[in-house]
């Protein structure tokens, strides 16, 4: 009564190939013989079929090598009748030979069925229905219908997995009631098997569909109709497992909700068919980009979001933003998921969906280069440092774009190697409330002061680097840092680092107007030093006498400041600075 027809084609690693193009009648066992081949040995041979003048299937590779005069044995179903948009074919191995069979839910029972090498550490769900007691057409519930059966996993008490519309190999979980027959009921017995327990899996939910006697699908959606936690099972048997347990339904026509009502997610979706290397959880929800997906051929610009609560269920054909350029980094704050790219950053609401705002500019190295605070987002780049506080975004290095003292270093100094995007690291300091950017290859480190909005230059390298550096935070929030085999906690030490500050040159807005500078007045115990017109240079070296400043020093456009302290175990501080000056007249 199924006219469907299968053509078979085999290719083999040189390139050959042999087509069956008589059609192959479902249901039936076929046997492929190599001995015609011209090779003595083949590996890496693919197979593939196709249905009518149907496209062929994507090849199924088979990896182990077979000897001429091996046979291969493939077992086509009525496909028609069970294949469903999201099955993936795959190969079962028995002792002697791979078959070929429909679904991974429908291989793990195979494997218990049909292979004498049973491999047990899959669990196996097997449902059997049998019809109650025949009654008048006025009393049934059950009429002339084909009735549909399938199953899905609940994790962790509350996530539901894609509902799996088959239990084995061989037959569907269907039962079909015979033309002026009528049923009060139908009971299902479901039997789990199992050797090593899926320790995630708390239960299991039955649901069911119908469509006429004569159909290949059903034509109503898939019914809750009993769901059960583990306990209470009855104790079965099933050959090559450790464990098997049964369960017992009556199924009296009294359905609940719709599976994808319940679940939030079509019958037909497959969780797995989401591969992807970034993301992030925002607002109960797994974020996911530089993904692969079989619904669509380019998906490097988009971030797909798995079902609220349920972090590895994934509705790829709704549920997804399409972003203009490709994320590299996921982050969420206040609500929102970021997206990061090499130059542009889009808010994303990930309720609605969509693209909130899009920013240009702001780039990013990697997953290591971003810092998510209860206050805002820290990442950087080889252009500078940058924070948003969830509706603006700041440039945090406009403060040192130019060079600065210790070594007159500037952002681009540490991080402009086409390689630092892999060896910058950020990371939190509670004890100095400070931002740490490191260098890990070079062991220098940009720190960023929050209270005073200040940036310091560090580095910790106490010898040369001959290995690469690494920094990150403790339990407590304390900071670590490591180099040449040894660790360091930072700021744990009763000494100190010498200090070295230097003020920009000050002209007070007026680079060309002289001035008088007589004196330089600080509350600290470091040292001072300044530098004028005479005797000027980019490291000021000059001090003053009795307090102020010479005369011959006095005259000049601008004036700089640098302040010293040794390092050793006492404590330097500066509170402030004070600069008297007077304006001149310009003759």
Known sequence: ???????????????????????????TLFWLSLT????????????????????????????????????IKIYFKTIVDTHRVGDTWVMAYSSLSPSLILTDAELKNYKSNMCSDTVTDDPVIVMTIVPGTTVTEAEALF??????????????????????????GFNPTTYTIPVTTYYDKLNVNVELAYSNYPKRVTGIKIWRAEGDSTSIEPSTKYRLIASSDFFNWNIGSRTGYTHSYNWDI?????????YET????????????VNYTIGTIVNGKLAVADCTTPYFDDATKMIFFSKNGQLDTFDASHD???LSFVPKVLASFAGKLYAFGNSQIAKINPEGMYVEDTAIGYGIYDSNSILTTEWGIYWCDKNGAYFNNGSTTSILTDLINGKIYSGDKEWKDLFNASDSYNH??????????????????????????LPSKQWFYWNFATTSVTSDTHAFTGKDGEVYFTTNGQWYRLFASESYLALVWKSKKIKFNDGLQPKNFYSISMNGNCTLYYGTGIGYTDNPSQSQVSGKIPVTDRRSTEIQIMVIAIAGTGKYFVDNLSLRYRRLNIQ
């Open 143 to 168: 009429l002339t219908k084909k009735y549909y059966y399938a199953y899905s996993f609940v994790y962790d008490n509350f996530q539901n997995t894609p509902l799996v519309m088959r239990n084995d």
């Open 320 to 322: 997804f933003v399409k």
């Open 1 to 27: 009564s199924i006219p469907d027809e299968y053509t078979l084609e085999v290719e083999y690693v040189s390139g050959g190939h042999l087509s069956f193009p008589d059609p192959l009648s479902p249901d």
């Open 250 to 258: 009556t199924d009296q026509n009294n359905p609940g909700p719709m």
């Open 262 to 273: 319940f679940c939030e997610m079509p019958e037909e979706v497959d969780s797995s068919i």
């Open 36 to 71: 015609e081949l011209p090779t003595t040995t083949i590996a890496d041979m693919h197979i593939k079929w196709k249905k009518n003048t149907g496209a062929y299937s994507a090849s199924l590779l088979m990896t182990e090598t077979f000897t001429l005069g091996a046979d």
């Open 424 to 449: 910058i690291r950020i990371v939190y300091s509670t004890e100095k409330r400070s931002i740490l950017f490191f260098n890990t290859a070079t062991s220098d480190c940009w720190t960023y002061h």
